[in-house]
């Protein structure tokens, strides 16, 4: 069922990118999930959709070629993230406003940049709903990119992170530089956000970053565990959405969040049914 | 005659225009276990901080293990677990190990990994509280009485020669509260790590401390355990500003 992925360039270009998001999506969602920021995702794949259409719209408009709207989508959506961080520390005691207003922001920019592109093409659709055709290989090169630095830097600050995200206060005694840390994360999920877009869409892919962890978080035992449950619950995901994709002709991300849901559901079931035996061999 | 871990010298710290503690000298041994009480609101959070490092007075001077705070850059010496500790998330998915681990973070430092000897230190603090049986069960399946425990693993895994815990028997039944006590007497006799104890149970903590400091804005009481129980109601009544009873358990 694979052979066509490894025949094609497009297709191997959108296989190696699913892999690659497959993992990083739910690595980083873990951190996400348990900092209790999982509307983050949302907020910021907003802000993305303004950056791709300021892209698209740059492209039909002026013909500019270099910033195509998976780098302006980055480019955005790091500025959310970082507009986000202004946003959360002048409204400490309301730090969950800034995700409407940043999410409204992006919302209000793409009709903007939609409407000046002169209204909804093909191409947005598949950056909202994920597509396995999209794919070039220069969004592959710098999703390679992104994922190596997204994975060197959870490598390098994982315990200040973990630590920051159990305990802040903690964290924050014990001399750890908490606002700092706390940046780079945020501006790796605006990373990854910007590189799952390309196959699950933008209303989806917070779905890639959270599904994976709800599910893991149900049967692991340890944080290390939660995140590779949640890659081994995103890799089969994505490599299911794909496969159904290309074949049903239909865009991967609604396949891929089913994948997930279902995933969830089992997993809620699984645990409810083992903890119902440990009970009665309790008794 | 024993070096002092702390000594506070006429501290003074407001928040805008609202004294918190005014004037205060304490001085802690080497050595002691210290009970630290008084009213809500009394400043016993904020003399926690500023022995932390966590705020600066606005007058008088602190120090640590002989030298000025100011320069005092030693604080893997100083183990803290705070009130909130047991308030955290109970859904989080981390071992009792990876709990414990987060106490050695910022002694491992930024840019490196832990290592073999980390692991081992891990697994000897997780011991040292009698918890050992649960060094791979996630910390939200545990008891409250156990959780504290794993508290109090976190900030004796970076081997400090001073632990303040704030108030950390809120929500623990009476029980293991005893067993609780038992174990700081433990560290403090046998593992010879001083003790800062922030606690409203009276008359559990005037049992197993051996001195006691009566703190309302300033220090009001600084003694033996035994000079603090003679006190009259009275004057524990001027120092809380209310009414107060000890209750001693018998068990």
New interface residues.
């Given amino acids: 069922m694979l052979t066509h992925f490894f025949q094609y360039e497009f297709l191997q270009n959108t296989l190696y990118t699913g892999l690659l998001i497959g993992l990083i999506a739910p690595l980083l969602g873990s951190f996400v999930v348990v900092r209790r920021l999982s509307l983050i995702a949302d907020g910021l794949s907003h802000v993305a959709l303004a950056g791709i259409a300021f892209g698209l719209f740059l492209e039909k408009r002026y013909g500019v070629l270099f910033l195509t709207p998976f780098y302006s989508g980055t480019l955005f959506s790091v500025f959310g993230a970082i507009f986000i961080e202004r946003l959360r520390s002048i409204y400490h005691a309301y730090q969950e406003i800034a995700i409407p207003i940043i999410l409204s922001a992006g919302v209000g920019l793409s009709v903007i940049f939609i409407s000046l592109a002169d209204g909804f093409n093909n191409d947005l659709y598949n950056y909202l709903f994920g597509s396995v055709s999209a794919v070039s290989r220069n969004d592959l090169y710098g999703i390679i990119i992104i994922a190596t630095i997204v994975i060197v830097i959870l490598s390098i600050f994982y315990k200040e992170l973990f630590m920051l995200s159990f305990d802040e206060e903690h964290a924050k005694v014990s001399g750890i530089h908490a606002k700092r840390i706390h940046f780079l994360f945020i501006v790796l999920t605006a990373l990854v956000i910007s590189a799952s877009i390309r196959i699950v869409g933008v209303l989806l892919v917070s779905a890639l970053m959270t599904l994976p962890v709800a599910a893991s978080i149900r049967i692991a035992r340890g944080f290390k565990q939660t995140i590779l449950f949640s890659i081994m619950f995103g890799e089969l995901a994505i490599i299911i959405g794909l496969i159904s994709g290309y074949y049903l002709e239909i865009p991967p991300g609604g396949t891929i969040v089913m994948v997930l849901i279902t995933s969830l559901l089992l997993t809620i079931t699984l645990k409810r049914v083992w903890l119902n035996m440990k009970r009665k061999r309790a008794i | 005659m024993n070096k002092s871990i702390v000594q506070m010298k006429n501290i003074k710290y407001a928040y805008e225009d609202k004294m918190a503690l005014n004037n205060i000298n304490l001085t802690i041994p080497t050595g002691s276990f210290l009970g630290l009480v008084g009213p809500n609101g009394g400043g016993k959070t904020t003399l926690i901080k500023l022995i ?1 490092g ?1 705020i600066k007075p606005q007058q008088g001077q602190i120090s640590l293990f002989g030298q000025d705070i100011t320069e005092f850059n030693d ?1 893997n010496k100083i183990g ?1 677990v ?1 009130q ?2 047991n308030s ?2 109970r ?5 009792v ?3 414990v ?2 106490g050695l ?2 002694q ?1 430092g ?2 490196k ?2 290592n073999q000897g980390h692991r081992q230190k891990i697994i000897e603090a997780v011991d040292l509280v009698g918890m050992s049986d649960y060094l ?3 910390i939200g399946d545990l008891s409250g009485g156990q959780q504290q425990r794993i508290f109090i693993a ?1 900030a004796l895994v970076s081997d400090p020669k001073f632990l303040i815990l704030d108030e950390p028997t809120v929500g623990i039944d009476t029980e293991n509260v005893q067993k609780f006590y038992q174990l700081l007497h433990k560290l403090n006799s046998e593992q010879n790590i001083s003790l800062l104890l922030v606690s409203h149970d009276v008359g559990t903590m005037t049992k197993y401390a051996n001195g006691v400091a009566c703190l309302n804005k300033s220090i009001h009481f600084h003694g033996n355990t035994s000079d603090f129980t003679n006190l009259t109601e009275h004057q524990l009544s001027q120092f809380y500003g209310h009414d107060l009873n000890i209750v001693t358990h018998q068990h």
Avoid: I
């Fill in positions: 932390l966590l604080w803290f705070s909130k500790a955290f998330n859904g989080f998915p981390a071992t190990k990876e709990v681990s987060t973070t910022a491992v930024y840019f990994f832990f791979n069960q996630n976190r």
